[in-house]
């Protein structure tokens, strides 16, 4: 942990150690990674662990395997991969980089880890003989054992010369993320790429009550697909500089409108990556430079 502040090291290693010890002790199958889960006001997931006071963090996904936790950290300017691995005596290690030779000079964020645990993909500003310069395109990689095979870049249509960010994938295999490609409604749209007989369709725009004039960034769709929440910016009943919305899917397939999730939730700051744990009990998001989490049911109390 060589990026800490000099200041911060000596803290960090006696909250570690605290930590590690409630987790060593720890056998509440409602508790994750040893803490005190939250009920319903968000609260900062693991200051000082994973979301560091002097650090810009964000993302918050699960390998179906329930063994690793992963998360982006802002080191020197540039977002980095890092996980958090669960060792057979249920201690939880401290997070650490995760390297990927091919890029490890370049930005990786938003990763996604597929149903079924075998495909992670992500985002990254690395030059491609493929894409326009200064494009933010999808990536690829497959598990291998117990990590993750080379990088590999995804093909148009999936990517174009724009940018794409936050992707997701659902039980159907389908791929969800957000672009800025032409032909969208606003600034960042969400799209589709369907997964049918094996192949990835060309993505579709969601188009409205979903996308809009405004910024519909970071999305996350259930894995049945029956609700997803978006990040959004631009729309007058925001509280502040973007807000997370839900919308459900009918019977009929059809994205309802969009609903805010309201204060208890949103901030004047932006909200965004919103994600859930796998056993849908909690809800984590991103503002303001740290990971939050809160109880799921404050999300589903909005519908009432």
Same mark, same amino acid.
């Given at each position: 942990?060589?990026?800490?502040?000099? &200041?911060?090291?000596?803290?960090?290693?006696? $909250?570690?150690?605290?930590?590690?010890?409630? %987790?060593?002790?720890?056998?509440?199958?409602? #508790?994750?990674?040893?803490?005190?889960?939250?009920? @319903?006001?968000?609260?900062?997931?693991?200051?000082? $662990?994973?979301?560091?006071?002097?650090?810009?963090?964000?993302?918050?996904?699960?390998?179906?395997?329930?063994?690793?936790?992963y998360f982006c950290r802002r080191v020197n300017d540039v977002y980095r991969l890092f996980v958090i691995k669960k060792h057979a005596n249920d201690n939880w290690s401290l997070p650490e980089r995760v390297h990927l030779k091919e890029m490890d000079d370049y930005e990786i964020v938003d990763p996604w880890i597929s149903p079924d645990g075998q495909r992670m993909i992500y985002i990254s500003n690395a030059p491609?003989?493929?894409?326009?310069?200064?494009?933010?395109?999808?990536?690829?990689?497959?598990?291998?054992?117990?990590?993750?095979?080379?990088?590999?870049?995804?093909?148009?249509?999936?990517?174009?010369?724009? /940018?794409? %960010?936050?992707?997701?994938?659902?039980?159907?295999?389908?791929?969800?993320?957000?672009?800025?490609?032409?032909?969208?409604?606003?600034?960042?749209?969400?799209?589709?790429?369907?997964?049918?007989?094996?192949?990835?369709?060309? !993505?579709?725009?969601?188009? &409205? !009550?979903?996308?809009?004039?405004? /910024?519909?960034?970071?999305?996350?769709?259930? !894995?049945?697909?029956?609700?997803? $929440?978006?990040?959004?910016?631009?729309?007058?009943? #925001?509280?502040?500089?973007? @807000?997370?919305?839900?919308?459900?899917?009918?019977?009929?397939?059809?994205?309802?409108?969009?609903?805010?999730?309201?204060?208890?939730?949103?901030?004047?700051?932006?909200?965004? #990556?919103? #994600?859930?744990?796998?056993?849908?009990?909690?809800?984590?998001?991103?503002?303001?430079?740290? $990971?939050?989490?809160?109880?799921?049911?404050?999300?589903?109390?909005?519908?009432?």
């Amino acid at each position: 942990m060589t990026y800490l502040n000099t &200041k911060y090291l000596m803290s960090v290693c006696v $909250i570690a150690l605290t930590w590690l010890t409630n %987790i060593a002790h720890s056998k509440d199958d409602n #508790t994750f990674l040893g803490l005190t889960p939250p009920q @319903d006001v968000p609260i900062v997931l693991a200051p000082e $662990i994973i979301s560091l006071t002097e650090q810009v963090e964000l993302n918050a996904v699960f390998h179906p395997n329930g063994k690793e936790f992963y998360f982006c950290r802002r080191v020197n300017d540039v977002y980095r991969l890092f996980v958090i691995k669960k060792h057979a005596n249920d201690n939880w290690s401290l997070p650490e980089r995760v390297h990927l030779k091919e890029m490890d000079d370049y930005e990786i964020v938003d990763p996604w880890i597929s149903p079924d645990g075998q495909r992670m993909i992500y985002i990254s500003n690395a030059p491609t003989s493929t894409f326009a310069k200064g494009s933010v395109n999808l990536w690829v990689m497959q598990r291998e054992g117990d990590t993750w095979g080379a990088p590999k870049l995804l093909p148009a249509p999936i990517n174009s010369n724009a /940018r794409e %960010i936050y992707p997701v994938y659902t039980n159907s295999g389908n791929l969800y993320f957000s672009s800025t490609r032409e032909g969208g409604l606003g600034g960042y749209d969400i799209y589709v790429a369907k997964y049918v007989d094996g192949q990835y369709q060309p !993505p579709e725009n969601l188009g &409205k !009550p979903v996308n809009s004039a405004g /910024r519909e960034g970071d999305v996350f769709v259930a !894995p049945d697909e029956s609700y997803l $929440i978006v990040a959004v910016g631009g729309r007058d009943d #925001t509280f502040g500089k973007g @807000d997370l919305y839900i919308s459900h899917r009918s019977a009929n397939g059809k994205w309802g409108n969009l609903k805010n999730l309201g204060q208890v939730i949103n901030t004047k700051e932006f909200d965004f #990556t919103p #994600t859930m744990s796998p056993n849908g009990k909690y809800f984590f998001f991103t503002t303001d430079g740290d $990971i939050r989490w809160v109880s799921s049911n404050v999300i589903f109390s909005t519908e009432k």
